[in-house]
């Protein structure tokens, strides 16, 4: 060999090359299952979203079947059903004043196909009356659409001698503890809406709870005076003569009741409860299958027939995005918040 020291260098050099490149190779080789594992993931997510909804979807909502708010959702759900192709069936779990339902959808399987109708009590108010719950509820759901508002009333027997709601304030201070508004219970929307009035008015009001009746009969013998809720309920009532409406919500007068002042015109400027319901879902349900829910829900409260059936009691349907549900969400926590904390309100 006329070059020794050229064949040792080569031989060198292969040495330190291997010892350089080995763990690269090593590491590329440990990664590669992981990488295939994660292109594997997201094709099936992919997959599953496209095919999504191969079965029927569960809205869990936490109220009897009957009530108002049962009513709302199954008229979405029915919106809802021709656009996924799939039945919405209303899985109601009523109890707890609505823990009981929130729970088991809080806790359902991210998938898509278990839903639930939150409210402005469950998921705006409760979570600031209660110190422990067993669910989050701003981690633990995801917003996907904001169904629609209903603006808030003031009704009244019609033996009050107010016609507005300047002149029950003047009434209420006037004769103190003579006016028995009814709630359905502590805690509740009606109850909160009445709290939020005096303390943005006030008016000297006695709250009288309902936990296991509805109130409404009571309201129109005049057993009791005054109640706070959505109109729905009532709207039938109004146009009859049975009740009063001596304020509402709402920056406008709402065109179902053109002759009853909005509270800002009366003097309560501060005073803006709604209530509200929006679909959500788990947290951790595929985005692409959260867009494909949100999309639906829109839709569906775009419809023509069901805009003017919430117009002509007082509401307004939204069909709002899954953003835009998040924004108003946020304001209403604020809201709630801050009225149960100087009301002293706490469930437990």
Same mark, same amino acid.
């Given at each position: 060999? *006329?070059?020794?020291?050229?064949?040792?260098?080569?031989?060198?050099?292969? /040495?330190?090359?291997? +010892?350089?490149?080995?763990?690269?190779?090593?590491?590329?080789?440990?990664?590669?299952?992981?990488?295939?594992?994660?292109?594997?993931?997201?094709?099936?997510?992919? #997959?599953?979203?496209?095919?999504?909804?191969?079965?029927?979807?569960?809205?869990?909502?936490?109220?009897?079947?009957?009530?108002?708010?049962? @009513?709302?959702?199954?008229?979405?759900?029915?919106?809802?059903?021709?656009?996924?192709?799939?039945?919405?069936? %209303?899985?109601?779990?009523?109890?707890?004043?609505? %823990?009981?339902?929130?729970?088991?959808?809080?806790? @359902?399987?991210?998938?898509?196909?278990?839903?639930?109708?939150?409210?402005?009590?469950?998921?705006?108010?409760?979570?600031? $009356?209660?110190?422990?719950?067993?669910?989050?509820?701003?981690?633990?759901?995801?917003?996907?659409?904001?169904?629609?508002?209903?603006?808030?009333? $003031?009704?009244?027997?019609?033996?009050?001698?107010?016609? &507005?709601?300047?002149?029950?304030? #003047? /009434?209420?201070?006037?004769?103190?503890?003579?006016?028995?508004?009814?709630?359905?219970?502590?805690?509740?929307?009606?109850?909160?809406?009445?709290?939020?009035?005096?303390?943005?008015?006030?008016?000297?009001?006695?709250?009288?709870?309902?936990?296991?009746?509805?109130?409404?009969? =009571? /309201?129109?013998?005049?057993? !009791?005076?005054?109640?706070? =809720?959505?109109?729905?309920?009532?709207?039938? &009532? %109004?146009?009859?003569?049975?009740? *009063?409406?001596?304020?509402?919500?709402?920056?406008?007068?709402?065109?179902?009741?053109?002759?009853?002042?909005?509270?800002?015109? $009366?003097? !309560?400027?501060?005073?803006?409860?709604?209530?509200?319901?929006?679909?959500?879902?788990?947290?951790?349900?595929?985005?692409? %299958?959260?867009?494909?829910?949100?999309?639906?829900?829109?839709?569906?409260?775009? #419809?023509?027939?069901?805009?003017?059936?919430? +117009?002509?009691?007082?509401?307004?349907?939204?069909?709002?995005?899954? #953003?835009?549900?998040?924004?108003?969400?946020?304001?209403?926590?604020?809201?709630?918040?801050?009225?149960? *904390?100087?009301?002293?309100?706490?469930? =437990?």
């Amino acid at each position: 060999m *006329k070059h020794p020291h050229r064949a040792l260098r080569a031989l060198a050099l292969r /040495l330190l090359a291997t +010892r350089l490149l080995a763990p690269r190779l090593l590491a590329s080789q440990r990664l590669a299952p992981a990488a295939c594992a994660l292109a594997l993931a997201f094709t099936s997510a992919g #997959a599953q979203a496209e095919d999504f909804p191969s079965k029927p979807v569960r809205l869990i909502l936490p109220f009897p079947a009957g009530t108002g708010v049962d @009513a709302n959702a199954r008229e979405i759900a029915a919106k809802m059903t021709p656009i996924l192709g799939q039945t919405v069936i %209303i899985d109601n779990r009523p109890g707890a004043a609505g %823990i009981i339902g929130t729970e088991a959808a809080a806790k @359902a399987v991210p998938d898509g196909y278990a839903l639930y109708m939150g409210s402005t009590s469950t998921l705006g108010a409760q979570p600031f $009356m209660y110190s422990k719950l067993p669910y989050n509820a701003e981690r633990d759901f995801i917003p996907i659409s904001l169904v629609g508002v209903l603006q808030t009333g $003031m009704l009244a027997h019609p033996g009050v001698p107010a016609n &507005n709601a300047r002149e029950l304030i #003047a /009434l209420s201070k006037s004769r103190p503890d003579s006016l028995n508004v009814a709630t359905q219970g502590i805690g509740t929307h009606s109850h909160l809406s009445g709290v939020w009035f005096a303390l943005a008015s006030g008016a000297d009001l006695k709250f009288v709870p309902y936990n296991t009746s509805s109130p409404f009969a =009571d /309201l129109l013998a005049g057993q !009791v005076q005054l109640m706070f =809720d959505g109109l729905p309920a009532a709207a039938g &009532n %109004i146009k009859a003569g049975k009740l *009063k409406l001596l304020g509402i919500t709402g920056r406008a007068r709402h065109p179902t009741f053109p002759d009853t002042p909005t509270f800002t015109e $009366m003097g !309560v400027p501060d005073y803006e409860p709604l209530a509200w319901l929006g679909i959500f879902a788990p947290t951790g349900t595929p985005p692409a %299958i959260v867009e494909k829910l949100g999309a639906a829900a829109q839709k569906g409260g775009k #419809a023509p027939d069901l805009a003017e059936k919430w +117009r002509s009691y007082g509401g307004e349907l939204i069909g709002s995005s899954p #953003a835009e549900f998040a924004v108003f969400i946020k304001s209403e926590r604020v809201k709630w918040s801050s009225v149960i *904390k100087r009301a002293h309100v706490k469930m =437990d």
